[in-house]
């Protein structure tokens, strides 16, 4: 489907192709920058909907959006989703084959594309330039996702980013659009100095991530905590992060003799079995992946729904970054730090190897302050990022959905598995319905519940035939939408959140058979 939409709307846009009903915190404020041609930097949670400041200008601007990633497995995954939406998307790397990457690039010399990802080096290359100055379409947007790559202040400096400057003499004018989920004031200015951004707009969403429950637990025995946790989380999409390659193999060995279905990701896996490890979890064939900081930058997986830190990250940035892999859906979801003075000293062993050691001091220091601090967790993580939580509670103290210092209930996953399970099911919410209201109350839940299992089951097979992860057909949150509302026309499927026309005529069909077949 052609969709170079100048008539419409954003808001039109949102719901017609993307199936949302409003815009989140900022994001409109972003676009319209974007339209207007305005040099922007956008600093937003992972989930926050960051891809949508630059794909809904994509669809408006007459031109070519160019998304620069760090990943291909990332670049991939975006451009799979976007064609779900019907919208005309390609990625340029080395690992296409020679035919698709011409066809690629036939179609972007045609003006047919609307979003280009490539590579940070992909971008600077004497081709790829040649290419967009050849193209019908002029360059419009250059968006920089994970832009705190740029910055040495970063957690996660990459020289390839510094190459993105040059492109600006390039395409000078080409609106700069840098997103990022953490930026300190300090990686801010260095990615409006890098990119050479002209008199920008600073765009700051709340760091907070109001679905996760934050906990550190002191590190004792750990296989078993980590057992403990899985164990009262059945089923569901988790990551395991670890200091080294050696202990993701041996946690992962554990999981695998406690009949868990894990993979591992670290360095020492050569590029196939990463790949496929990292493509076997985002497609929901495993259900947790124990990795090093190597494994989730740009990982769109938005059903993850904890992340353990077997070993404590080395900065609060780190943390931030990989807690935010979970709950990308908005639904509830966990972070568990496991935390000892041996993994302080471990990480301090390897300061030898670091040209600014205290640098890294210090943001090791931010890391064990929050793990001893006897504050709310919450506050503390967003006090580092310079934000102050005001709460509509004012007082989280009684706050069960905040952190383990908040919570009036801890969970101990200390405890044996069996007491620990037996203490989560024995605090029932008390209920001012009648026993007649609570039964057809529990019929509906259980109907919805069947239901859901259902279209998840069909999902699944649907993004096998298709190729693509589950989550690209549509997330947790619609499937659950759908099951609630029922619906039992096409009018009505597009109500659902997430589902717009072109995903509406595409499942439609099928999704409806479901629901009929269910009710009868």
């Not at 940070?120 to 996702?145: F, H, T, W, Y």
């Not at 947790?288 to 190597?294: E, L």
Request: net charge neutral; hydrophobic share 35%; proline share 4%.
């Amino acid at each position: 489907m052609d969709y170079t939409l100048f008539d419409r709307t954003p808001e039109d846009i949102l719901k017609s192709v993307f199936g949302y009903e409003s815009f989140r915190p900022m994001q409109r404020k972003i676009i319209q920058n974007v339209l207007d041609g305005r040099d922007t930097l956008a600093v937003m949670p992972t989930g926050g909907g960051k891809s949508l400041c630059y794909e809904i200008p994509a669809l408006i601007l007459p031109g070519i959006t160019v998304v620069v990633s760090p990943l291909i497995a990332l670049m991939q995954d975006q451009v799979a989703q976007l064609e779900s939406y019907g919208i005309s998307a390609v990625c340029l790397n080395s690992s296409l084959e020679r035919n698709h990457y011409q066809k690629c690039c036939e179609k972007i010399l045609s003006g047919k594309i609307k979003l280009l990802y490539v590579s940070p080096e992909g971008l600077n290359s004497g081709r790829m330039i040649r290419l967009l100055q050849e193209s019908k379409s002029s360059v419009d947007c250059i968006a920089i996702d994970e832009a705190h790559c740029i910055s040495e202040w970063g957690h996660d400096f990459r020289p390839d980013y510094m190459e993105i400057t040059h492109i600006r003499n390039q395409f000078p004018k080409s609106v700069f659009l840098a997103l990022t989920a953490t930026a300190t004031k300090q990686v801010q200015a260095d990615i409006i100095k890098n990119l050479r951004m002209e008199n920008p707009e600073i765009f700051m969403a709340s760091f907070n991530r109001p679905n996760i429950f934050l906990q550190v637990i002191k590190k004792d025995k750990p296989i078993e905590q980590v057992l403990n946790f899985i164990e009262n989380h059945p089923n569901q999409s988790g990551i395991i992060y670890c200091f080294s390659r050696k202990q993701v193999d041996l946690v992962a060995q554990e999981l695998h003799i406690n009949r868990i279905k894990a993979l591992s990701y670290h360095a020492g896996l050569n590029d196939a079995q990463r790949t496929k490890n990292q493509q076997d979890f985002i497609s929901d064939k495993a259900d947790i992946m124990v990795a090093t900081v190597a494994f989730g930058m740009g990982i769109n997986k938005p059903d993850v729904r904890f992340v353990i830190h077997f070993d404590m990250p080395k900065s609060i940035e780190q943390y931030y970054q990989e807690i935010g892999r979970a709950g990308r859906d908005g639904l509830e979801s966990e972070a568990l730090l496991l935390y000892s003075a041996g993994d302080i000293h471990k990480i301090r062993y390897f300061f030898k190897d670091n040209f600014d050691s205290a640098k890294s001091e210090n943001l090791l220091q931010g890391m064990i302050n929050y793990c001893e601090n006897s504050v709310c967790r919450r506050k503390s993580l967003l006090s580092y990022f310079g934000e102050s939580y005001s709460d509509a509670r004012q007082d989280c103290v009684s706050s069960e959905n905040c952190c383990d210092i908040c919570a009036s209930k801890k969970i101990n996953y200390n405890q044996p598995r069996a007491i620990l399970h037996k203490r989560i099911q024995s605090f029932p919410k008390p209920s001012k319905k009648s026993t007649g209201e609570l039964f057809i109350s529990d019929t509906l839940e259980s109907n919805e519940k069947i239901l859901s299992e259902k279209i998840r089951s069909w999902r699944k097979k649907a993004a096998e035939e298709l190729n693509v992860p589950p989550y690209v057909i549509f997330g947790d949150k619609t499937l659950f939408d759908i099951a609630q509302k029922k619906p039992s026309n096409i009018k009505e499927l597009t109500k659902c959140y997430g589902i717009g026309e072109i995903k509406a005529e595409k499942f439609g069909y099928l999704i409806l058979k479901i629901i009929k077949e269910n009710a009868q």
